[in-house]
């Protein structure tokens, strides 16, 4: 569905304004108005860069906070950013798209299966499966303000749901571009921290690398050094998988572009060096310490990896 058929509204709103429909939406929404119907409440220009658009988007999401309280979950999708405020019955959906930013009311429980359902089935061919990661309602979840009473006194997050595991390198190399393109989307305006996880490879000796993305430098990975690396033939061979330098620990590359481009080149690299170190399938790669700048509770439920 595109953003003019998804999201109708009358007119633009203030910051107020839309503050005030999020206030009413969360305690008191008409029938009509809960569900998929949602509404534009501010339109991004079509000449409008990443930063300009997450920096627009930032300031609905603050207004609203300012209004009802401190979101239950920041996220984002592959379409773009996302917030979700909870008061057990309602939970109310800011959404970051191409050109706007809609919001929605959703009964919690109804929305959160639904969300369940799409992860449950995953990624595929099957009748029950969606075609790609980018019809998945979010890649990434952040929870923080750990104690603090959230919208109505409620402190249930929801359910969560559990992707199932990628079973090939071409679903793994989909969900890992798309999730660190979103990072490097929405990551800067939404949150303005750093966030990573830690990559084992169980076929190369448990050999751990970072993958990550950070304010000011983009996205980057780290993967330690092993013996042999300095022979020429041996860095010819990095260099050739993507690699872009090798210090005394580590061999690095960095990515500083947001978008899509630079998510889908460090999956590429990734796949690629998995699969050198004799990585047979996704299943031979772990995951550990994923974290948002060590603060709060950071999900990845699309990347499809065990831990």
């Not at 991004?44 to 207004?63: I, K, L, N, P, T």
């Not at 009473?149 to 969900?175: A, I, Q």
Request: a negative charge.
């Amino acid at each position: 569905m595109s953003d003019t058929e998804m999201s109708r509204a009358p007119h633009a709103y203030t910051l107020d304004a839309a503050a005030d429909l999020a206030e009413r939406l969360l305690s008191r929404p008409e029938p009509e108005e809960t569900g998929y119907n949602a509404v534009r409440i501010k339109e991004f220009a079509y000449e409008w860069s990443v930063q300009e658009r997450g920096q627009a988007f930032r300031e609905v999401m603050d207004a609203i906070t300012g209004r009802v309280g401190q979101p239950a979950w920041c996220g984002g999708s592959a379409g773009g950013p996302q917030v979700r405020w909870r008061s057990g019955q309602w939970t109310l959906v800011l959404d970051g798209r191409t050109f706007g930013a809609d919001l929605s009311v959703h009964p919690s429980g109804e929305l959160e299966r639904m969300d369940c359902w799409y992860f449950d089935y995953g990624v595929g061919d099957g009748e029950e499966q969606v075609s790609s990661y980018d019809d998945l309602p979010y890649l990434w979840l952040l929870h923080r303000h750990e104690g603090e009473r959230l919208v109505g006194g409620c402190r249930c997050l929801g359910m969560l749901p559990v992707m199932r595991p990628v079973t090939n390198w071409e679903d793994l190399e989909e969900s890992l571009g798309m999730l660190l393109a979103a990072w490097s989307e929405q990551l800067p305006a939404m949150v303005g921290d750093w966030a990573g996880f830690q990559l084992y490879h169980s076929a190369d000796d448990h050999r751990c690398g970072v993958v990550g993305f950070e304010p000011g430098t983009g996205l980057f990975t780290h993967m330690q050094v092993r013996d042999g690396d300095e022979s020429p033939e041996r860095e010819s061979a990095m260099r050739d998988l993507g690699w872009q330098e090798r210090t005394e620990h580590v061999w690095k590359a960095e990515f500083p572009e947001p978008g899509q481009e630079s998510g889908e080149a460090l999956a590429r690299l990734l796949i690629a060096d998995a699969r050198a170190r004799g990585a047979r399938s996704p299943a031979d790669l772990k995951v550990r310490d994923i974290s948002c700048g060590d603060d709060g509770y950071f999900v990845l439920p699309a990347l499809g990896l065990g831990y």
